[in-house]
């Protein structure tokens, strides 16, 4: 199983960035997806979840400004992340999951900084 996240990097405040997680080894469609940020010094947090059937659920600090999507065809997982602040500073990391099971994958830097 592998879980490859990409599009991290360096973006000014209120700027954008796509991150992206490109699933191999499992049966995508039947996996929830997380994304997580882990900040220097700081617990892993749940960012975003969306789940098989396409609901979303959002960490309150990222409401309005984050988008989580997937698709299956593709076996990708995205995070749309706009209007970014200096406090989204983190290693992003997406997480798969259902029943008995949870993948991570190896993280992409995000630094938000002018």
């Known amino acids: 199983v592998q879980l490859v996240e990409s599009g991290g990097g360096l973006v000014q405040p209120g700027g954008s960035l796509r991150l992206s997680c490109a699933a191999s080894?499992?049966?995508?469609?039947?996996?929830?997806m997380n994304w997580y940020c882990q900040a220097p010094g700081k617990e892993r947090e749940l960012v975003a979840t969306?789940?098989?059937?396409?609901?979303?659920n959002y960490a309150d600090s990222v409401k309005g400004r984050f988008t989580i999507s997937r698709d299956n065809a593709k076996n990708t997982v995205y995070l749309q992340m706009n209007s970014v602040k200096t406090e989204d500073t983190a290693v992003y990391y997406c997480?798969?999951?259902?029943?008995?099971?949870?993948?991570w994958g190896q993280g992409t830097q995000v630094t938000v900084s002018s």
């Open positions: 080894g499992i049966l995508f469609g039947i996996y929830g």
């Open positions: 969306i789940t098989t059937d396409h609901r979303t």
């Open positions: 997480n798969a999951f259902r029943t008995g099971a949870t993948y």
